[in-house]
C-alpha cells in the first residue's frame, strides 16, 4: 500500500518530502499489540510466575516487520534503520568480551554464565526491536509505542482493581500521593517500576522535544505530557518526578546556549568523569553519611551497598566479576541471613564496576556518555544529541539508587526515542544552478506557453 505524505510547513515539521510504502494496517496492529503483552510481563502476577520470559513476545514485532518486508519491501527504509544498529551492538560486544575475559580466566565466576547469557540476549532483543519499529512506523513509532504502553499499563491497572475494590484503589491512590510514595494495597500492586520510568522519558520527549508545527501535532503532544503525568504518578517512584523537571529546566539552558553541542559533550564528559567521584563516595561510606544527615531515608541501601566492599577493589586494575555476578552476591548474603530479602544492589555505578571492572566499566560509560552522544550530534543534528543527554541524564539519576541500567523497557526508550525523532530531520536541499535552455527546450516551452492560451 503506497501513498504519498507530504509535511505542513512549520518549524517542527522537518520531514523530507517522500513517498513511502506505509506499513499494512493489520501488521501495524499486531506489532503494537505484541508490545502491549510483552509490557503485561511487567505485571507482579505474570512477573514473580515467570520472570522476564513474557518479555519475548516484542519478538513478535520483529516477527511484523520481516511480515512488511515480504508485503511492500522498502529498502530505503530497511537501509536507514539497520543503519542504528552497529552503533549499539558495541555495547553488546563491550558486555560478551568483558565478560568472557572474566570468565576464562577465573573459571570460579563462571557460575553465572547462563543468566548472563540471558541477559545479553534480551539487551541485544532491544537494539532489534527498535530497529524493527523504525523500520515499520519511522517517526510514528515513537507514538505507537507510547500508546501500547499506555495500553499495558491500563490493563494491569483494570486487572489489579478487582482485588481491592474501587474505593480502595482510590483511596490507595490518594494516600500515595499525598504522602509522596508510601505504597500500599492497590498502589504496591501497581510498582511497575520499568514502565513508570519509562514514562518518565516520554514525558521528556513530549514536553520538550515532540514536533508542534500542526494541530494533530500539538493535540499530540499535549496528550503525550498528560498522559505520561498520569502513569507516572500512579506508580510513583520518588526519584522520577524530581529528575523530569531537572531535566526540563536544563534542556532549556542548553538551547539557549551558542553552540549547545559543546555542552551536550561536556555534561556527557562531566558524568564519566563524576562516576568515579561517585564510586570512591559510596565505598567510604561518606555519601551514606552525608544522605543521613539530611534525613533521606536510605530503606537499606546503607547495609546494601557496605557489603560488596570485601568482595571487590577500587583500583584501576580491578579486573571484575563477570556479568550477573552481583545476583550471586546478593543470594549468598541472603542465604547467610545479612538480608532478610536477596534485594537487588539499587546501584547500577557500583553494580557495573564490581561485575566488568574498572575496564569494563570505563568502556560502559565512555560509550554511553561520551560516544553515543557525539555519535547523536554528528551523524544526525544537535536537537537530537540534547533530546539523547536529556533522557540519559534523567536514567542516570536512577542508575545512581536504583536497578534500571539494564531494565528491558528504559533501555529501549533511551534507544527508540531519539532513533525515531532523528526520522525528522530534513535532508538538505540540494540547490539547482539555473542554466540556459537548448534551442530545443526553449522551443518545446514557447509551444507549452501557445498551447496553454
Known amino acids: 500500500m503506497t501513498s504519498s505524505k507530504l509535511p505542513t510547513a512549520g518549524p517542527d515539521s522537518r520531514i523530507q518530502k517522500t513517498t513511502r510504502k506505509e506499513c499494512p494496517v ?258 567510604s561510606g561518606i555519601l551514606v553519611s552525608f544522605l543521613e544527615s539530611l534525613g533521606v531515608d536510605m530503606m537499606g541501601r546503607d547495609v546494601l551497598w557496605k557489603l560488596p566492599n570485601d568482595y571487590y577493589e577500587l583500583s584501576p586494575f580491578w579486573k571484575g566479576l563477570g556479568f550477573e555476578s552481583v545476583t550471586d552476591l546478593v543470594n549468598t548474603w541472603y542465604s547467610e541471613g545479612l538480608i532478610n530479602h536477596p534485594y537487588p544492589l539499587h546501584n547500577d555505578i557500583l553494580r557495573v564496576f564490581i561485575e566488568l571492572g574498572a575496564l569494563g566499566f570505563t568502556l560502559w560509560a565512555g560509550i554511553n556518555y561520551i560516544l553515543y552522544p557525539a555519535y547523536w550530534l554528528h551523524r544526525h543534528n544537535t536537537e537530537t544529541g540534547i533530546l539523547y543527554m536529556a533522557i540519559l541524564a534523567y536514567m542516570s539519576v536512577t542508575y545512581l539508587t536504583d536497578n534500571t541500567a539494564f531494565y528491558f523497557w528504559s533501555c529501549i526508550g533511551l534507544r527508540l526515542i531519539p532513533m525515531g525523532f532523528s526520522y525528522r530531520i530534513q535532508a538538505p536541499r540540494k540547490q539547482v544552478q539555473w542554466k540556459v535552455p537548448t534551442p530545443e527546450e526553449a522551443a518545446n516551452e514557447i509551444r507549452l506557453i501557445e498551447m496553454g492560451e
Request: one cysteine or more; aromatic letters at 16%; charged letters at 15%.
Open 26 to 283: 493489520f501488521v501495524a496492529f499486531l506489532a503494537v499489540a505484541c508490545t502491549v503483552l510483552a509490557g503485561l510481563g511487567d505485571w507482579k502476577t505474570l512477573n514473580d510466575a515467570y520472570g522476564a520470559l513474557p518479555k519475548a513476545i516484542v519478538l513478535g514485532t520483529i516477527v511484523c516487520a520481516f511480515l512488511c518486508f515480504l508485503v511492500a519491501a522498502d529498502f530505503s527504509k530497511l537501509k536507514k534503520a539497520v543503519g542504528y544498529f552497529p552503533i549499539f551492538l558495541l555495547m553488546i560486544a563491550v558486555y560478551t568480551m568483558v565478560s568472557l575475559y572474566i570468565w576464562v580466566t577465573d573459571l570460579s565466576r563462571a557460575a553465572s554464565i547462563s543468566r548472563a547469557g540471558q541477559k545479553i540476549l534480551f539487551q541485544t532483543i532491544t537494539i532489534i526491536y527498535c530497529v524493527c519499529m523504525c523500520y515499520l512506523f519511522e517517526d510514528r513509532a515513537v507514538n505507537y509505542m507510547f500508546f501500547g504502553m499506555c495500553a499495558t499499563n491500563t490493563a494491569i491497572i483494570l486487572l489489579e482493581m478487582p482485588k481491592y475494590g474501587i474505593q480502595e484503589s482510590i483511596s490507595s491512590v490518594v494516600n500515595c500521593l499525598i504522602t509522596f510514595g508510601e505504597a500500599e494495597g492497590f498502589v504496591r500492586a501497581l510498582e511497575i517500576h520499568d514502565i513508570t520510568f519509562l514514562f518518565g522519558q516520554f514525558f521528556i520527549y513530549y514536553l520538550m522535544f515532540a514536533p508542534k508545527g500542526t494541530k494533530p501535532e500539538r493535540r499530540m503532544r499535549r496528550r503525550g505530557v498528560i498522559l505520561s503525568v498520569f502513569f507516572m504518578l500512579l506508580g510513583l517512584k520518588r526519584s522520577v518526578l524530581p529528575a523530569v523537571l531537572l531535566v526540563c529546566l536544563l534542556v532549556k539552558l542548553v538551547r539557549m546556549a551558542r553552540k549547545p553541542g559543546r555542552y551536550v559533550m561536556a555534561a556527557g564528559t562531566g558524568m564519566f568523569l563524576f562516576f568515579y567521584l561517585y564510586l570512591y563516595l559510596t565505598r
